[in-house]
């Protein structure tokens, strides 16, 4: 069993106050719909959680039966699929996925790596250069590469931008496993993706 | 070997081969600093002649181009990671210190590519003695991994900047001018022929150089790192 505890968390960029006073705790088997309008801190909340952003105040716990988890196995445990997260367009689908698969410390075989590409609707095109993908094709490794370690924590900044209906259905299917095995907290403008979490943090009110 | 050390030496090594796999594909780090090597001996070696040269002299010539050549390229381990946005993928993912590592291996192996094409170069163009070859050799070692120790922290502090280049030879210069200085003292006493008696305190001095600086690089990278 896993848990993620914000407590009191505020963000301020200078003298502009981003979001303050935000507090939730997730366990295995929840999952959050961060929304809000443009400017209001969703990514910034999502990195912030993940540890790649100071909160201004409060804290955050990533909690593994009910002790600390160190930041390496956070690491190990914890996945985004993000606009501002890009894969290496000179290496080739397969070898994007082996090596992330390989620095996270894990020992990935070439059968899983297949299975991942196909559940993203990418059979066939491993081989080929991320940079001869399209944005959408991008989108699809990039779950592909959140999936290798069977994350405990998914998060989901825009998880279908880019995306067309195939790739949509396929994000929905994703979270719909995930949110039953894993916390998945998904920042969204889309009416559609609030809908892939059970609870709702509304940012910028 | 430790689990944990086996595990650290593995995921250095993947940082490291794909970044080699990268400049093979890419080869933009390597056409820059080679390129920029040989230009500028060529230059300063058609302008000052090619005999009669003081070992002092020429010691400091070919510290000097190896020092512009460096941080006209070694910087891009990191800057290439932060503009194609990739850096953020390689921070949730990889332990801070197999980043760290495989790019320093990165930098070594580029600076040893350079060294490699420049040392013969060198000697062709400015007529040097080759004195002691054997020291000229050991400066030479000591050198890339002093340059690439002191410098692989330094490009992971500036990737983030706006001047990028600037900053990178601004923040390098008072680092590297004492292991500048005490190369330059010992290679003109290789290329003089002198024994290795006679440069021992500075070979001491670069070998305490670069391991207080690779591993306070250790130290402190996590923190760059992460911001």
């Known amino acids: ?205 | 070997m430790p689990a944990n050390t086996a595990g650290l030496v593995s995921k250095a090594f993947a940082v490291f081969a794909k970044d080699i796999r990268l400049e093979l594909r890419t080869k933009y780090a390597f056409n820059t600093i080679v390129m920029f090597g040989v230009t500028t001996l060529a230059i300063v070696s058609f302008s000052l002649g090619q005999s009669g040269l003081p070992t002092k002299l020429l010691a400091a010539l070919f510290w000097i181009i190896m020092f512009f050549s460096a941080t006209a390229a070694l910087a891009q381990v990191f800057i290439r990671e932060e503009e194609a946005g990739t850096a953020l993928a390689l921070k949730l993912t990889a332990d801070p210190n197999a980043v760290y590592l495989g790019k320093l291996f990165f930098n070594l192996t580029l600076l040893s590519l350079l060294t490699a094409i420049i040392t013969p170069l060198f000697f062709i163009l400015t007529d040097a003695p080759t004195g002691s070859l054997g020291l000229f050799i050991l400066m030479l070692l000591l050198g890339v991994v002093g340059l690439c120790g002191a410098t692989t922290l330094v490009a992971a502090i500036i990737s983030k900047a706006a001047v990028k280049g600037t900053l990178f030879a601004v923040l390098s210069f008072p680092i590297l001018i004492l292991p500048l200085t005490m190369l330059v003292t010992a290679t003109d006493k290789a290329l003089s022929g002198e024994p290795i008696g006679a440069i021992a305190a500075p070979v001491q001095g670069l070998i305490a150089y670069a391991v207080v600086m690779i591993t306070a690089s250790l130290l402190l990278f996590r923190f760059v790192w992460r911001e």
């Open chain 1, 1 to 205: 069993m896993f848990t993620l505890t914000a407590e009191n968390l505020g963000k301020r960029f200078g003298e502009r106050k981003v979001f303050a006073d935000i507090s939730f705790e997730l366990s295995t088997g929840d999952s959050l719909a961060i929304t809000g309008p443009n400017g209001s801190g969703k990514s910034t909340l999502l990195m912030l959680l993940l540890g790649y952003h100071h909160a201004t105040r409060g804290e955050v716990h990533f909690r593994e039966e009910d002790l600390p988890m160190s930041e390496s196995r956070i690491r190990a445990c914890a996945s985004l699929v993000s606009p501002y997260l890009n894969l290496y367009d000179h290496l080739t689908g397969e070898e994007n996925l082996t090596f992330f698969a390989t620095v996270a410390g894990g020992h990935v075989a070439g059968k899983r790596i297949d299975e991942l590409l196909r559940m993203v609707g990418l059979e066939g095109r491993g081989v080929d250069m991320v940079g001869a993908y399209s944005s959408g094709m991008k989108q699809r490794l990039k779950y592909a590469a959140a999936l290798l370690n069977d994350p405990a924590f998914l998060f989901l900044d825009e998880p279908t931008s880019n995306l067309d209906d195939r790739g949509k259905d396929i994000v929905a299917s994703i979270v719909e496993e995930y949110r039953r095995k894993a916390i998945v907290i998904v920042a969204t403008n889309e009416e559609g993706e609030v809908s892939f979490a059970r609870q709702h943090c509304r940012l910028g009110q």
